[in-house]
């Protein structure tokens, strides 16, 4: 069965913090990983990851993929309140664009 | 938002009631998704839709049913509403090509 795994479940740093997400994951036929950012709404993109060892990068976020070791990781530099969020990590694994969730890593940034 | 819409986006029915939630694109995309969102299991997959007429069930379609008769919509039937079936579904599209799904903004069910 398909799987995908996200670790800590919950993370609470202060403002200026490094914080590092991760995503393992075990499917059948792998194609890409996505992360999410979630606030009170609807997920938004945040990168999109196929290739091993390629690191995509905005701003203070960057991502990287393990494709021997299956995980990735989400790097949130200088953490802002704003970044406060619940990080979603999906692997897509079949030719019709179904996503697999990880649980979710909620993220609280404090002053 | 993208161009797509869910609705309703809230609802509050009770047990045993039939209800339909709604997902309308303007994007003309061929993949259309229904998830539902509970704590602790992040987003799971109901049914999703690769044109129209066409559909297949994911990990959690007991109790659900869809339709899709025009590109443009995308309706999630729960046939008899359970109290199990209080959660947060939110619907997606997926063009494919860069960028994964985009979300609708979600529409919190209750039931009771």
């Known amino acids: 069965e398909d799987k995908v795994v996200q670790s800590p479940l919950s993370l609470v740093v202060h403002e200026g913090d490094t914080v590092t997400l991760n995503c393992s994951y075990e499917?059948?036929?792998?194609?890409?990983l996505l992360w999410y950012k979630q606030e009170k709404k609807a997920p938004t993109f945040l990168f999109m990851l196929?290739?091993?060892?390629i690191e995509k990068k905005s701003g203070r976020l960057s991502s990287i993929l393990d494709k021997k070791e299956l995980f990735s990781i989400l790097n949130i530099t200088a953490t802002q309140t704003g970044d406060s969020a619940v990080y979603l990590c999906?692997?897509?694994?079949?030719?019709?664009?179904?996503?697999?969730f990880g649980q979710g890593t909620t993220l609280q940034v404090k002053p | 938002d993208a161009g797509i819409t869910q609705s309703p986006r809230h609802k509050v029915t009770e047990t045993g009631t039939p209800v339909t939630l709604r997902c309308h694109q303007t994007?003309?995309?061929?993949?259309m998704y229904w998830y539902r969102q509970d704590p602790g299991h992040g987003l799971r997959l109901i049914h999703y839709?690769?044109?129209?007429?066409?559909?297949d069930k994911g990990e959690v379609s007991d109790g659900y049913s869809v339709s899709r008769s025009k590109t443009e919509d995308f309706l999630l039937t729960l046939e008899s509403a359970t109290s199990s079936q209080t959660s947060v579904y939110f619907c997606?599209?997926?063009?494919?090509?860069?960028?994964?799904?985009?979300f609708g903004s979600g529409t919190r069910l209750t039931v009771v």
């Open positions: 997606a599209i997926s063009s494919w090509d860069s960028y994964g799904y985009t």
């Open positions: 499917v059948t036929n792998f194609r890409s």
């Open positions: 196929t290739s091993s060892g």
């Open positions: 999906a692997v897509d694994s079949s030719n019709t664009g179904k996503l697999i």
């Open positions: 994007e003309n995309h061929r993949y």
């Open positions: 839709s690769y044109g129209v007429k066409d559909t």
